[in-house]
Structures are given as C-alpha cells and as structure tokens.
C-alpha cells in the first residue's frame, strides 16, 4: 500500500525513492509486523484467557507435567501472529504482485481452518477439534486456488517445473502433475509445523529462522543478475516474497515474547497451519520446494516420528518412541523442555545453513 502511495511521489521528493527498494521495504514489513504483534499481544492475551476459561484443552494421554504446567493457558494466538504479518505484508508489498496475493491465501485460508479447529476445541472442552478428512479437504482447496493462482503468473515456462538443488539448470517437467505436487508441499508444510507446535516456543523459531533463508532466497531468485550469478532458476516477481517473509519474522518475533518458556499463550492451529503453509506457498513460487525439505528438516523429522510410530504401532503391536512427535519422546526420557527447545532450535539453524548452501553448490 505504502509502495502505491508513496514511491510516485518520489519524482518531486526524492526520500520516497527508497519505497522502490526491496531491501528497505522488507526492513519496514519486518519491524511493522513486530511492533503490531508485540504491542497488541497483552490486550490480545487478556482478551483469550477472559473467553477461554479453562484455556487449551491439554491431552490426556501426553506427558504428565504438561497437565500442571500449560493448564489455562489460552490458544488461538496464531491470530496475534497473523494481524502482525498481513498488515506488514499489505502496507509494505506491491500489491499489484500476484505472488503475494497467492501468499496471502495460503496463510489466511489455512488460518482460518485453524481457528475453527480450536474453536471446537475450545468449546467442546476437548483435544479433537476439526474431523481430519474435513480438515484436510478444505486445505487442499486453498492450496489449489493459491497454486493456480501461483502458475498462472509463472507462465509456460516454469510453472510446471521442478528444480533440482545442487545441479546445474536441471529442471524436471512435471507438466499438470505439478498441480497436486504443489497441494502436497504446501498442505504436508502446514502440517508439519502443527505437528512441531508442542512446547513453549518450539515451532515459533525454526518458522523465524526457515522464514529468513527463504527471505534470502526469495530476493536471490527474483534478481535476474544474482540468480544468474548463482545459477538458479530466475523467476520474475518472487523478489517481492523477501517483503512477506520479513513480515513472518516480525511477527513470530512479537509472538515469542509471549510464547517464549512459560508461554503466556499457544499460537494454536490457528498459526502453525497458517505459518506452514505460507513456508510451502513461497517454496513453490520460488522453484525451492526440495530445499524446503531441507531447511524444513525439524518440521519433517517430527512429520517422520508420528508416521514411524503410528506404522509401528499397527504392524508389530511396538512403539518405537516412547511418544510421538519426537519431542515428546525427549520429555518422556526426562530432558527439561528448555533443553529440547533450544536444541531443537539449534538443529533448525544448522538445516538452514545446509539449505543456503546448496545456492552456491552447482
């Protein structure tokens, strides 16, 4: 908005000339997202725990101490998440990008799937909220609006392209298979970070830190000198994502203040479905959806833990964890949970640093 309003102006005053800058409108997405959701967190706050009385139902069957610990404390603050990022995303982006609008689906549709979610749960007293098969239809209908929206702006040339890190200029053509290969990156995406969202502070930070490689890799792909320089399939437009991605860390910035161990507030499904979806939205706009793989490790190895557990468990009658996700399996062998987040936080930042290696790698 403010790029619309502004940076025409900048042929009588030359200030506003810096609203044509990526760099500078991806500083003012992030702080706007931060101070929003960090100076409205308290009302928010008080606000959930005043209508959520007994707070997030806690699961019987998980560890014990969370049944002391996280009594009480208020969900839905995912919604606290996503007032900070689309307000920096609508008043710092060029709105006229059709990249940012598929975004913006993604993240706000999946929100709102999540907050009916805890909203059942909430009012039903319990830790089933959403039927799974109704829950997954209606994300998978977001994910195809948003991935043909994503493919119409690509063109003929890319939209049904694969890219292969760690190879020169290799793509692979998926033609309209790519459709249903987008739907799963960005519906598996979601799901990971939800699955990941179990201790204070835990999910928040690997989406802060996966948000700023793909902010670095947004501005790299969409820079026709740098992608050229790095050998990396140029796609005109996804620059403007690194605008979006400061918005996601500003405001998981201002959520963590309040999430951060002992949490004031979950972020709910309302903002680990909305946060990874948006992760997978721009991995596909930007031809990076295996790096996200990558840089998205913790969330798969989570994904992994359930699905080795849940086949074990119905194969043999054994568990191989002693629950799943694994970071339960951690609590249960008596690691404190300050311990298995930080650690967890430090795996997440060595994934990143693998992910932006394979730019240089060809």
């Known amino acids: 908005m403010l790029y619309h309003l502004l940076y025409p102006l900048s042929e009588d005053y030359g200030i506003f000339n810096l609203f044509r800058y990526l760099t500078f409108r991806t500083g003012g997405a992030l702080m706007t997202a931060f101070l929003i959701s960090f100076l409205c967190g308290p009302r928010i706050i008080g606000w959930l725990k005043h209508k959520q009385t007994n707070g997030q139902p806690i ?32 008043l710092w982006t060029d709105l006229s990008n059709q990249y940012v609008w598929a975004c913006l689906v993604v993240t706000t ?44 702006k690509a063109g003929d040339g890319i939209n049904s392209q694969l890219a292969v890190p760690m190879f020169k200029n290799m793509l692979i053509d998926l033609g309209w298979f790519m459709i249903p290969f987008a739907v799963f990156i960005l519906v598996g995406a979601s799901n990971s970070v939800n699955l990941t969202d179990g201790l204070d502070g835990l999910a928040i930070m690997p989406v802060i830190i996966a948000a700023g490689t793909f902010a670095l890799i947004s501005y790299l792909v969409g820079n026709v000198v740098f ?55 721009i991995s596909v706009v930007t031809k990076h959806e295996i790096v996200l793989g990558i840089v998205g490790g913790l969330f798969v190895l989570e ?38 987040v930080i650690r967890f936080w430090i795996i997440a930042v060595l994934l990143a640093l693998v992910g932006l290696a394979t730019l240089k790698l060809r």
């Open 59 to 90: 699961r019987l069957d998980g560890p014990e101490s969370h049944i002391l610990t996280k009594q009480g404390t208020p969900t839905m603050g995912g919604f606290l998440i996503l007032l900070g990022l689309t307000a920096g995303t609508l």
């Open 227 to 281: 992608a050229d320089y790095l050998q990396l399939t140029y796609v005109a437009g996804a620059g403007e994502l690194a605008v979006f991605c400061a918005a996601i860390i500003g405001a998981g910035l201002g959520f963590l203040w309040f999430n951060a161990p002992p949490a004031m507030i979950f972020m709910g499904d309302t903002g680990s479905l909305a946060l990874g979806g948006a992760l997978g939205a």
């Open 109 to 152: 549709g999946f929100g709102l799937i999540g907050f009916f979610d805890d909203y059942k749960k909430i009012t039903k007293s319990s830790s089933d909220g959403v039927p799974g098969k109704l829950k997954l239809l209606l994300e998978i209908v977001v994910s195809v609006i948003a991935v043909l929206i994503i493919m119409d």
């Open 303 to 340: 994904t992994v833990s359930v699905i080795v557990q849940v086949v074990s468990f119905k194969l043999t009658g054994k568990r191989v964890f002693r629950m799943a996700p694994i970071h339960h399996h951690f609590e249960k062998k008596g690691w404190a949970e300050p311990t298995i």
